[in-house]
């Protein structure tokens, strides 16, 4: 097994533990520093946002894997790399507008509220 099947199977793992204890949860990220007996940080989100309370129950029905890594859990973070199409749907629905700068440029991201890149004059 190389290293990128024991990192799905670990994913599996703490997916399938998490799901029935906490089926709102959805695991960003799972980043393994140094293998077994190394860091493991497994990012996690929900609808609210993460706060320490989650964080703990997480790393307490992670228990088990605390004997081969140092468990670290964490919330993504507002700049949180976007790695699936369901986690980029949720963030442009959350605040990300679209407009047309000029005909031939298309639309532009800007953060909610923001006003985006202003049009260019043409010569």
Do not use: K, N, W
């Amino acid at each position: 097994m190389d290293e990128s099947d024991r990192h799905r199977q670990l994913v599996t793992t703490i997916e399938t533990t998490l799901a029935g204890q906490f089926p709102e949860l959805e695991v960003v990220d799972v980043d393994v520093h140094g293998g077994r007996g190394g860091r493991l940080t497994v990012y996690v989100d929900r609808p609210g946002g993460v706060d320490l309370a989650v964080c703990e129950a997480v790393t307490r029905a992670l228990d088990d894997l605390r004997d081969r890594y140092a468990l670290d859990v964490s919330s993504p973070g507002l700049d949180r790399p976007l790695r699936t199409v369901a986690q980029f749907a949720r963030a442009t629905a959350s605040g990300c507008t679209s407009r047309p700068t000029r005909a031939s440029t298309g639309g532009r991201c800007s953060g909610a509220g923001s006003p985006g890149p202003a049009p260019r004059s043409s010569r």
